[in-house]
């Protein structure tokens, strides 16, 4: 298919589009022909054993990774064309990590306001009120004026959310938000995915969260060896997968 | 001894504090604070340039960067100043006053130094960090200067002032090329008074010593706020942890 074509097809409805991507570290092949859409709206979990590119594939997509072959088109714009403006495009993908990377020399509004004044050169006054809108969504609007380490970690990622959210992303990473997290956290960084999900948020996101998957996601990507070997409703995914390593993925969640 | 120094100090305080200005020139302790301040003040934000350049991805910037660093820490300090004193004035075909030759050899020789203390610091901080700032679309300028340096500076905050307190230490090296700095009008005095060498230098150790340590306790003053600051309270294990002294 031509830049073209993908790129007529991308004004439809994919907000997220991965054409023949391959990716290579020296030898080690750790994406192999991965060919998928995300669909505006839709919500994507990828879900596979840990070294099967997850992340890698994820990161891909506001270039924290380089691919080697293939296309990548966000919102209709490939984003490996000569023309693109990195940091303008990059700050039109919300991203939130799994160590949640935090500004600790900032407090949370300034981690907040920092790109939208610096990147988008909004003005300040009208940073502060988004950045204090953002935290009434994520429950932390008392802590505007902490620093980092005095939050817990679940306090921490939803801060993080906010910080991407501040750049009116028109779709969201997210890269195992929880992975890091004591297990009693866990639930509160799901539960404002969960709300931006029913608001209509284009999401693609690594997890292990199986219960989350099954409530939120539109589609499962099922990842092995740096392909998506399987994809699927949650259903059909976790009822009737269909390969051999999905199934022995699958039983292996089960027997904890 | 304590009555020998206190009378030296009454005899002389105005030479010791402004040389022979304003009948001649300005010397003393104002010359050597000057030489501390102008050399910190200018020695800063070369070795941020150095620093930067050492880390950068071009060699076209990591190969001078590397060169400047390399020679300058390679030297004496001593020698590099007999450089500076008959080089320069080779390369730009006019004389230049001791003072001038010894800011220069303070800013080139603290910046080496201080670059890669900076360097270690810009090092230390976790790549999740510039991979934050850049994913929210900040270039790598801003990235550098708001997110990577003013962590990387905080955290070495104990090492650049040690860094810092030689500076001034090393001022008193102007002596060999008659810079009228502090040592140099100690050593006016003692060869006035011949018999009093020993009240005359330990005076003059006491005054670097109160220099550098109003250094050090500004420093450790800083980096408390700036921990209370961001913790929100007194840090109990920082303070006592800044009660050991730090090498300087």
Partial sequence: ?256 | MITDIFHILQDNWILLLIGQYPNGPLGGLAITLLLSVAGLALAFPVSILLALGRISPFAILRAPAAVVIYTVRGVPLVMFIFWVYFFIPLLIGTTISGFTTMLVTVVLYEAAYLAEVIRAGIEGIPHGQTEAARALGMGYGQTMFKIVLPQALYNMLPAMVSQFVSTIKETSLGYVISVNELTFAANQINSTLLTKPFPVFIMLALIYFALCSMLTQLARWLERRINQQRTGKRNITAVVANVAPTAA
């Fill in chain 1, 1 to 256: 298919m031509t830049t073209h074509q993908i790129q007529a097809n991308q004004h439809t409805q994919h907000m997220i589009s991965f054409e023949q991507v391959n990716k290579w570290y020296g030898s080690y092949h750790a994406l192999a022909d991965v060919n998928a859409n995300v669909a505006k709206g839709e919500v994507v979990v990828i879900c596979g054993p840990s070294g099967s590119g997850k992340s890698t594939l994820i990161r891909t997509v506001n270039r924290l990774e380089q691919i080697q072959k293939g296309h990548i088109a966000f919102d209709g714009q490939d984003i490996y064309a000569p023309k693109l403006d990195l940091n303008h495009f990059r700050a039109r993908v919300g991203f939130v990590f799994q160590s949640f990377n935090l500004f600790p020399h900032l407090s949370v509004l300034e981690n907040i306001v920092i790109a939208p004044v610096n990147v988008r050169r909004s003005r300040r006054s009208d940073a502060r009120i988004q950045a204090l809108e953002l935290l009434e969504r994520v429950g932390l609007v008392a802590k505007a004026d902490a620093y980092p380490g005095q939050l817990s970690g679940g306090q921490q990622q939803r801060v993080a959310i906010a910080r991407a959210l501040a750049m009116d992303p028109p779709a969201m990473l997210f890269d195992e938000p929880t992975s890091a997290l004591d297990p009693e956290m866990v639930g509160e960084v799901l539960q404002v995915m969960k709300q931006l999900a029913r608001d209509g948020m284009t999401m693609m996101c690594v997890t292990h969260e199986m219960g989350f998957a099954r409530e939120v996601a539109d589609h499962i990507w099922f990842m092995d060896q740096g392909r998506i070997v399987e994809t699927g409703t949650p259903e059909d995914f976790f009822l009737n997968p269909q390969s051999e390593r999905a199934k022995k993925f699958l039983s292996d969640l089960r027997s904890h």
